[in-house]
Each structure stands twice: as structure tokens, then as C-alpha cells.
């Protein structure tokens, strides 16, 4: 049980690559603190899946739950706060933050309003630095060391046409990678970033169902499928237990060789 002791907030798990990366980190020992918005359904059915897992937690040793489940939108830094705040509250401490949440808008650059370059910098940049710095703020109050991990995207490097707010975002999200590795590592905390390519979860539906499209996505996929979550909450595991003591401020693509794909026909 590498985990076994630790207690980890992921954000955004009530579907996608965050529920499967809740399911790994439990299921490699930590408690887990799910973060949902809008879809109380979906924290629960991740919550289910963690209690299903069970077996390691008899109910008489173990009468507190492996998941505690907690709404807030990660576009205000008050809800942000909170989030962090009732974690430690509930559990006695953090020591894994996974900033997963995110979202992305598809329009022509022309077309963007305020409102939606808000939308997606306030969770994708916004919430990501202010959860950290309340996750950070914990562990020099308790004199304790922590891993930071950011879900990002191939996008922090590879443009996306009709998604530059959201290529923004995760641009910055790979700096606040570089930086908080270098200022945080004298406090034994490091920061990694994961950086998926073409998975198949929700915030994709639109591409998943339309065929043309997933045709041409596929084609620039050397491994030739889309990923799974299962394939990037495999990386999280690693990066969030003491094997990956000496990894700080990196970015890990996992996306099945479509950053570097580049043929002449
Ligand atoms: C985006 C997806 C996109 C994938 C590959 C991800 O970061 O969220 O919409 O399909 O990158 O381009």
C-alpha cells in the first residue's frame, strides 16, 4: 500500500480522469477527498467505487469512510479555500493535491467573450494557483512535506486552434509548474505536471461523436486509440507516492505519441 497514511484532494472527480485517479490513489491506500461542481451524482458514484474497493477497512477499525465528498466551484478562490479547509478538517491533514479540474470552450478567437475567457481561466489557472497555495499553506503550518500534481494537457505546448484561452491556461499552468518546483523544493514539496493528450471522457463528447472528426484525431495518434483515464491516474499513482521523491517540476505526456507526431504525406 504505497499510499497507505496519506490523504489526497482531487479536484474535479466526480467523472473522467478525475474519478479514475480518486479510484487509484485509493486503491493504493490514501483517503480521498472528491471535489465535485454540479454533479453530486457523479462524487457519489465515485465515492461508491472507493467504498466498494473496501476490504482493506472493516467497518469496526475503520469506522470513518476512505472518501468524504465536498461541492465547490473552482473558479472562486472563497469556494477554493473552503474546499481545502474542510479536507483538513474532516480527514487531519493533506498531503497530495491533484488540481485536476478543467474546463474548455471551442470558439473562433473573434468570438470569445469575456465571460467564457473567465470561465476558463478562473478553473483551469485561477483555481489551481489559489488551491496550491492553501495546500502549501497547510503543510508549512504543520511542518510537513506534500506533492503537488497538475493535470494539464499536450496543449501547454501544442497550439489548438479555436481553444487559445484554453492553451493559455495550461501554457501558465506549466510555468506555475517550473516556478512552485524552485520556490516550494527547500520545503520538501514538488510539483509535477501530467500532460494528456486525446482521452476519452467527458470533455470531449462532442469529438467522440462525431466521426469525421475522431477519423482525423485518430490518424495523428501513432498508438492508434484514444487514452483511458485508467492510463493517466497510473502516472498520478507514481508521481504521488515516495518513489517519485526526487521528481520536481516536470511535465509527463501521456498521450499515445500525438505531441511529436509530425509526417509528411
Ligand atoms: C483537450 C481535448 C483534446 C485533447 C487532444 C485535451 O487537452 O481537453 O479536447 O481532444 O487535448 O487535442
Not at 476490504?55 to 465536498?70: D, E, F
Not at 462532442?206 to 492510463?231: C, F, S, T, V, Y
Not at 493517466?232 to 520536481?248: G, K, N, P, W
Amino acid at each position: 500500500m504505497k499510499l497507505a497514511g496519506k490523504v489526497a484532494l482531487v479536484t474535479g472527480s466526480s467523472q473522467g480522469i478525475g474519478q479514475a485517479i480518486v479510484i487509484r490513489l485509493a486503491a493504493a491506500g490514501a483517503k480521498v477527498v472528491i471535489n465535485y461542481r454540479s454533479h453530486p451524482e457523479g462524487a457519489q458514484e465515485t465515492l461508491a467505487k472507493v467504498e466498494a474497493m473496501g476490504g482493506q477497512c472493516h467497518m469496526a477499525q475503520c469506522p470513518q469512510s476512505q472518501g468524504y465528498t465536498v461541492q465547490a466551484d473552482l473558479s472562486s478562490v472563497a469556494e477554493v479555500q473552503q474546499l481545502v479547509a474542510e479536507s483538513i478538517a474532516h480527514f487531519g491533514q493533506l498531503d497530495i493535491l491533484v488540481n485536476n479540474a478543467g474546463i474548455e470552450n471551442h470558439a473562433p478567437f473573434e468570438n470569445v467573450t469575456e465571460a467564457d475567457y473567465d470561465a476558463v481561466m478562473n478553473v483551469n489557472l485561477k483555481g489551481v494557483f489559489f488551491a496550491t497555495q492553501a495546500f502549501v499553506n497547510h503543510l508549512v503550518a504543520t511542518q510537513r512535506t506534500g506533492k503537488v500534481i497538475n493535470i494539464s494537457s499536450v496543449h501547454e505546448e501544442l497550439p489548438f486552434p479555436n481553444f487559445t484561452a484554453y492553451c493559455a491556461s495550461k501554457g501558465g499552468m506549466k510555468m506555475l509548474t517550473r516556478n512552485l518546483a524552485v520556490e516550494l523544493g527547500p520545503l520538501g514539496i514538488t510539483v509535477n505536471n501530467v500532460a494528456p493528450g486525446a482521452i476519452e471522457t467527458p470533455i470531449n463528447t462532442k469529438l467522440l461523436n462525431d466521426p469525421e472528426k475522431l477519423a482525423a484525431l485518430l490518424h495523428n495518434i501513432p498508438l492508434g486509440r484514444l487514452g483511458q483515464p485508467q492510463d493517466v491516474a497510473a502516472l498520478v499513482e507514481f508521481l504521488a507516492s515516495s518513489d517519485a521523491d526526487y521528481i520536481t517540476g516536470s511535465t509527463f505526456v501521456v498521450d499515445g505519441g500525438l505531441l511529436w507526431n509530425y509526417q509528411e504525406q
